[in-house]
Structures are given as C-alpha cells and as structure tokens.
C-alpha cells in the first residue's frame, strides 16, 4: 500500500523530495561522446549512433509521402482526436504571443517591443515505451501559432499516430532519429538535418542532459526530468485521486506521484484505492507499480496550509488542487488543475494548455512550454533631435557617474548640435534633472556614512557588462 508519513517525519520527507538526479554523473561521458562525434563527424557518425542506440533500417529523414503513407495507417477514430486536441491548443497558443507595442516615453522619446517569431524550431519526441503523439502537437502546435517559418521533428521510431500529428501540426520534416544523438544533430546541423535556433520537447536522461549540454550552443526549453503529480486537498473522491496519482506514475519508473491532506481518513482511503487500482487490468506490467514503491507517498498534513505550504516547496509539475482557494495559496507550479472533475490527464491531451512542463523544482522559476518559447522579444528605442535634447544631460550625467566617459562623451557628441529644449521640455528636464541630484546626493550620504568615496569608479566586471 501506497506509504502515509507525517509532515513532521522531516527525515521520511527530505528523502521524499531528495530529485537530485542519480545517474548523470554515470551517462555524462557517454553523452558528451556522442555529441562531440555528431559534431566532428556528422552524418557518419549520426547513422552509426541510430543504428546502435535506436535499430534504425531505413533513411534518417522521411519523405512527404513516407509521412502521409505512414499516417494513413492511423484509425480515424485517433486522427480525429488529433485534430480536436491541435485545435485546442493552437487556441490557448495564439492566444499567449506577446504583443508588439509602442510607447510615447517623452516628447522625442519613442520605444516600442518588437515580436519575431524564431526561423527554425526543433522538436524533439520519445520513441520509448508509448508513442506519444499529444508531445509533438504541444510543441509543433505552439511553434506554428507562434509563427515560426520552420518545424522539424526528431523521434526513432514515429508510428502512425506521431506522423498523423506531424500532418496536422504542420511540421515540415521528420526525421527517425533519438537520444543525445538528436539533440546534437538539431544544435549544430549535419548535411541531413538543419540547424535549428531552439530545442524543446521531453525525453529521457540521455536526451534532457544532452540539451543541457548543448544549451550554450542552442537554446532549448528547460530541463525535464521524470513526471511528478502532487495533489493537494482536504476532501474529495478518494477513487479520483488515486487514478490522478496513477496517471501519472505510469508514464515511467522514476515518475513522482504525492498526495498532501490534513485528513487521515481520506490519507487511508486513498492508499485503498491506490492499492486496488494496482490490481486491475489496466495496472498490469505498469511502471506505476515501480513509480510509486520508489517515489510515491501520501503525507498527512496538520492543516489545509501546511499542505499548500509543502506543495510550494516541491515546486511541483502537475499540481491538482480541491478548490481555487488552495490553488491560490500555491503558487510554484508548472501546471494547476482545479476542482474534482478537473482530471490532470485531460491536460496531458485536449484541454488546451501545455503538457511539455518544468520538473524537479523548475517551476519555481517558470511555467510550461508557451508561445512566447518561440520568439524573440525585442526593444526598439528612437529619439529626435528633441529627444536626445531631453534625455542626453540625464544619461551623460549618469555615465560620468559610472566613470564610463567615453558614453557620456558619445552623447554630448549629439547634445552640440541639438536644438535647445522648449519651454515644456525644459522644465521636464529639470525635473529629471533635480530627481538625479536627489539620488546622487542621497548616494553620497550613503556611502560617505559607511567610509566609502560617494564617486566610486566602475570595476572591471561594470566595465565588462557594458
């Protein structure tokens, strides 16, 4: 039965959320072999690695009719689900594009946020134990709403169903490709597969730490780990939990599956029903039954808080919460679903939002995949003659500051010949001017009370940043 610990057993629970991965430190020769011989090798060594790690008997890159051969092969019933799941998520997509704008800052002061959709996108998607066409619509189906001209994708062994998503994604190549070998071929291009500027996408050990590796090279999404789910409430279906916990510690052995609850009678009936779900059919040679002896729990809580207080701590991927209200109390997590007939699967394929998430604490500093994964959010500053009139005196007077005379000579260079600020202007000026004053002598106070010169110069590392 599935183990009730206390909240105050800290031991029980610090091995509990202990995520620090156990064998990158074993893979990581490996790994950094294999990238290091795509990229001096290319394709040669790219097939020799397919062939090793992945079967492969057959070309690296399918050809538009292998892809539409491939998919025919697909049950209507499925290609139908594909296409109302893709029409849900390029919805939720499109709707996330930051927009461009425009912004008066002052008379002659004009700055606006360009959006450009990234060239070329690469995606990567497992070929292991599932076929998992819902990972390629998440993240070709958010490139494209995103705009991107270019979408390939990277998967060994794409079955029907993966090359029928790939239709409807509207991914231009597919290549039979896996593992670190993939990943290194998508970072730094060999003659078969194109260099792309941005990898995403989920995927065992060898491939997350092979996008970390490659990531000073070529962006990626994040780095993922194994699956985790943490549900948080004080009532509810004790059956619907326990198939929420399940559902996700059968995505693979290492997958993480935690229940917090005040309530020790719903603790009990839970662990039942977890049991009971293990002995039916659909549990059969599951990884759950491995998943949740090595890394499920369910903790009983003091109260509702201390249990939303542990979630945030965890920083969970999934996070199923009882009502709004606990929800709100938690906000590190990758992805939140609310209420009892919100079930956490239904996310991982039609609800619209996305189902590539961050893992092992990641959420504390980022949500899941999103449009805004795909362009590049640039600014776009513009002054008139006007303009440098009014801003030039605050920013050379903020250069010498920084001992950095060379930019503040670089703008009085303009202020010469610039025209004199009107009347309206001036006095904006001015009072810029006093707000900087302000600041420096307030500066001055400051260091001059610790012993320090109120003008330091700039270090070398200030310097270097500039």
């Not at 709100?328 to 996310?347: C, D």
Request: hydrophobic fraction near 45%; glycine fraction near 8%.
């Amino acid at each position: 039965m599935l183990p009730i610990l206390e909240s105050t057993d800290t031991k029980a629970l610090r091995r509990l959320l202990d995520r620090t991965p156990d064998d990158h430190g074993r893979i990581e020769p490996a790994v950094k072999e294999i990238i290091a011989g795509v990229r001096a090798r290319g394709d040669r060594a790219l097939v020799e690695y397919a062939r090793q790690f992945d079967a492969l008997d057959g070309p690296v890159e399918l050809s538009p009719a292998e892809i539409y051969g491939g998919a025919e092969d697909c049950p209507p019933a499925v290609r139908r689900a594909i296409r109302a799941a893709a029409k849900h998520i390029r919805m939720v997509a499109k709707a996330q594009v930051p927009p461009s704008w425009t912004t008066q800052v002052a008379p002659g002061v004009k700055v606006s946020q360009r959006v450009v959709p990234l060239e070329r996108v690469g995606c990567y998607v497992p070929g292991g134990r599932y076929p998992l066409p819902s990972s390629l619509l998440m993240a070709a189906v958010t490139a494209r709403a995103a705009g991107v001209r270019e979408v390939i994708v990277c998967c060994p062994r794409p079955d029907a169903s993966v090359l029928a998503a790939a239709i409807e994604a509207g991914v231009d190549r597919v290549f039979q490709l896996g593992g670190a070998q993939a990943i290194a071929a998508m970072a730094y291009g060999t003659k078969s597969v194109p260099r792309v500027d941005k990898i995403v996408g989920p995927g065992n050990a060898y491939v997350a730490l092979a996008k970390a590796l490659v990531s000073r090279d070529c962006a990626i999404d994040f780095f993922a780990g194994p699956s985790e789910i943490v549900v948080v409430a004080a009532a509810g279906n004790p059956q619907w939990i326990a198939a929420d916990l399940l559902a996700q510690a059968e995505h693979d052995v290492d997958a993480r599956a935690l229940f917090l609850t005040p309530s020790r009678r719903l603790a009990t009936q839970v662990a039942r029903a977890v049991e009971a779900q293990l002995a039916g059919a659909n549990a059969t040679d599951s990884p759950a039954h491995a998943a949740l002896a090595r890394n499920g729990a369910i903790v009983v809580t003091k109260t509702i808080e201390d249990a939303a207080a542990l979630a945030n701590r965890i920083a969970p991927e999934h996070l199923v919460v009882e009502t709004a209200a606990i929800g709100a109390m938690i906000p590190v997590a990758g992805s939140v679903f609310v209420g009892e007939w919100t079930a956490q699967a239904a996310g991982d394929y039609a609800i619209g939002s996305n189902h590539v998430l961050p893992t092992s604490g990641a959420a504390r500093f980022r949500g899941g995949l999103h449009a805004w994964d795909f362009v590049r959010v640039s600014s776009v500053q513009q002054l008139t003659r006007q303009g440098i009139a009014l801003v030039g005196p605050t920013a050379a007077t903020l250069a010498d500051a920084e001992g950095l005379r060379l930019h503040a000579a670089s703008i009085r260079a303009r202020l010469g010949v610039a025209p004199k600020v009107g009347r309206a202007t001036s006095k904006a000026a001015r009072a810029t001017s006093k707000i900087t004053d302000r600041r420096a002598s307030s500066t001055a106070t400051t260091a001059g009370r610790a012993g320090s010169p109120s003008r330091p110069s700039a270090s070398p590392s200030r310097r270097a940043r500039r």
